[in-house]
């Protein structure tokens, strides 16, 4: 492609994360590639934007910093024309990082004096007013996350919270100057700036207030945000929705499931999918752990059923199962033995003709894009609210294969069934 054409570079602080914003970028009207990691050669497809899944959300900030400064060299390399950080609709962040961190290399790399940072992601109940963050109707730290292993957010003023990150003095952009349109936002980013302000927190409580953000943005080299600010982005660069933006290739071959999620809606939808009277194998992981050849065993069992429609492979379980065999196991092991499992036998799958193929679990579709040697995804159509079908090549597959990435508790109780009638649609 000619280098010019790619007109927004993201860069995503994890995987799930990148999906989310690759599928508000094509719903609004953009032609979507996303990369896992920073990809070694040119991008090999003509889209408008990119964006490259990071795993740097809570890794030390100086390495966060690095990986992500390589991945704007790269996008800047594609000839991107703006730069998008994309983090947490939860902020998630320590004092040390790695919002404020990667901002300010960002900032200092592509030499701009100021950006904006909004997590406020409405459509996902995720507000921001007043420079508090709301989840649905609690104040993030009454959310739930003031408890996150990692990232505890105990502070739900993000002025505080992205000042104690950042050497840049931080600003409001309040939700009186928001409803009055973008020159009102552009007057105050002036006033802003000559007050020294680096980075301004901006309101947002509905999806309008986005789209009236949308063209104060226009000319800033780096924009931060959520997912949300995704909507009104593609309009700068003169691009509507349309359904052109989420074609993918037509799908053919054999169809599978294949899930190591253990969330609740995963669990229906196991469920509705056996009573739908799909064929379905249960996994047991103390036979994993035993050495039994649980791959072959699945792979010998599909074989016949493919041909007749799609067939799922599962490790799904209820929270009691789970515990039981993490206790025996330890947890880590067991999640590690039980992704590393399924991904074999997503690419023996594949191996025997499936070109369709939909993972449940947020870690097991890492786990299964690593085994499949997938590195760049082009993103389609949603089959619902944030996990779309997408087009990927693949060593097992030159020719590309369908694949769709559903963490947890993502989709209806009928997905498994429902993703590929939409598909064929
Ligand atoms: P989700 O998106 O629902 O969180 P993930 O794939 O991210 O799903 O995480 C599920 C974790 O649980 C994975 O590490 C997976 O290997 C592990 N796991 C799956 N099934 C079982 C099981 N039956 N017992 C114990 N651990 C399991």
């Known amino acids: 492609m000619s280098g010019?054409?790619?007109?927004?570079?993201?860069?995503?602080?994890?995987?799930?994360?990148?999906?989310?914003?690759?599928?508000?970028?094509?719903?609004?009207?953009?032609?979507?590639?996303?990369?896992?990691?920073v990809p070694s050669?040119?991008?090999?497809?003509?889209?408008d934007a990119v964006v490259v899944a990071l795993k740097s959300r809570t890794i030390p900030a100086d390495q966060a910093v690095a990986q992500s400064l390589e991945a704007l060299r790269w996008l800047q390399g594609q000839g991107a024309q703006q730069i998008y950080f994309k983090y947490c609709s939860t902020f998630d962040s320590t004092p040390a990082g790695n919002i404020g961190p990667v901002t300010d290399a960002l900032m200092d790399a592509l030499g701009s004096d100021f950006s904006i940072a909004t997590p406020a992601f409405p459509d996902n109940k995720r507000t921001v007013f007043k420079g508090y963050l709301f989840a649905g109707d609690m104040l993030l730290n009454e959310s739930g996350m003031q408890n996150h292993p990692l990232t505890p957010m105990?502070?739900?003023?993000?002025?505080?919270?992205?000042?104690?990150?950042?050497?840049?003095?931080?600003?409001?952009?309040?939700?009186?100057?928001?409803?009055?349109?973008?020159?009102?936002i552009r007057n105050r980013i002036a006033a802003l700036k000559a007050d020294g302000v680096g980075i301004a927190i901006v309101d947002a409580v509905s999806n309008g207030?986005?789209?009236?953000?949308?063209?104060?943005?226009?000319?800033?080299?780096?924009?931060?945000?959520?997912?949300?600010?995704?909507?009104?982005?593609?309009?700068?660069?003169?691009?509507?929705?349309?359904?052109?933006?989420?074609?993918?290739?037509?799908?053919?071959?054999?169809?599978?499931?294949?899930?190591?999620?253990?969330?609740?809606?995963?669990?229906?939808?196991v469920a509705h999918f056996i009573a739908r009277g799909?064929?379905?194998?249960?996994?047991?992981?103390?036979?994993?752990?035993?050495?039994?050849?649980?791959?072959r065993e699945?792979?010998?069992?599909?074989?016949?059923?493919?041909?007749?429609?799609?067939?799922?492979?599962?490790?799904?379980?209820?929270?009691?199962?789970?515990?039981?065999?993490?206790?025996?196991?330890?947890?880590?092991?067991?999640?590690?033995?039980?992704e590393q499992t399924l991904a074999a036998i997503a690419r023996g799958l594949v191996a025997l003709g499936v070109r369709q193929l939909l993972v449940a679990g947020g870690e097991t579709s890492g786990a299964c894009?690593?085994?499949?040697?997938?590195?760049?995804?082009?993103?389609?159509?949603?089959?619902?609210?944030?996990?779309?079908?997408?087009?990927?090549?693949?060593?097992?597959?030159?020719?590309?294969?369908?694949?769709?990435?559903?963490?947890?508790?993502?989709?209806?109780?009928?997905?498994?069934?429902k993703a590929f009638t939409s598909l064929q649609g």
């Open 278 to 295: 799909r064929p379905a194998l249960a996994l047991a992981p103390l036979r994993m752990a035993a050495g039994d050849d649980v791959v």
């Open 154 to 184: 105990t502070d739900p003023n993000l002025v505080r919270v992205l000042q104690s990150q950042t050497r840049r003095k931080v600003g409001l952009i309040d939700h009186s100057v928001v409803a009055q349109g973008a020159e009102a």
């Open 4 to 37: 010019a054409a790619l007109k927004l570079g993201c860069i995503a602080d994890d995987f799930t994360g990148a999906t989310d914003l690759a599928n508000n970028l094509v719903r609004a009207g953009m032609r979507v590639v996303q990369t896992i990691g």
């Open 209 to 269: 207030d986005l789209l009236r953000m949308g063209p104060a943005l226009a000319d800033l080299p780096l924009v931060t945000a959520g997912s949300g600010v995704a909507i009104a982005l593609p309009a700068n660069f003169g691009l509507q929705a349309s359904h052109q933006a989420a074609a993918l290739p037509a799908a053919s071959g054999l169809q599978a499931v294949v899930s190591g999620s253990c969330s609740v809606a995963t669990n229906a939808q």
């Open 369 to 417: 894009v690593q085994a499949l040697g997938i590195a760049q995804m082009r993103i389609g159509g949603q089959i619902d609210p944030g996990v779309p079908w997408c087009h990927a090549a693949s060593p097992a597959a030159p020719e590309g294969l369908h694949i769709a990435l559903k963490s947890g508790n993502f989709g209806s109780t009928d997905f498994f069934t």
């Open 298 to 338: 699945a792979l010998d069992w599909a074989r016949p059923h493919l041909a007749n429609g799609s067939v799922l492979v599962y490790s799904t379980a209820e929270p009691d199962a789970v515990r039981s065999i993490q206790a025996q196991l330890g947890v880590e092991q067991a999640g590690a033995l039980v």
């Open 41 to 47: 050669g040119p991008l090999d497809a003509e889209v």
